[in-house]
């Protein structure tokens, strides 16, 4: 998700955003540790962007 998508949105959906890309993070690496999936870069990826809703969501919370 993009920075510009983020703006866009409201602390309500940017809380569901986040909820459901945690999930993502924790469906992933179950699957991982299971069985190695096709690309592992999916990991930093999501983790990457939960990082970026958090910040989003404290930066907005700050204001």
């Known amino acids: 998700m993009k920075q ?3 703006n866009d949105l409201s ?3 940017l ?20 069985s190695p999936i096709e690309n592992p870069l999916q990991i930093r990826t999501v983790r990457r962007t939960v990082a970026r809703l ?4 404290t930066k907005r ?3």
Request: no cysteine.
């Open 4 to 6: 510009k998508e983020m």
């Open 11 to 13: 602390i309500a959906q």
């Open 15 to 34: 809380q569901e955003k986040l909820a459901e890309t945690k999930k993502a993070l924790t469906d992933l690496k179950m699957a991982h540790a299971i």
């Open 54 to 57: 958090a910040t989003e969501l």
């Open 61 to 63: 919370a700050q204001q």
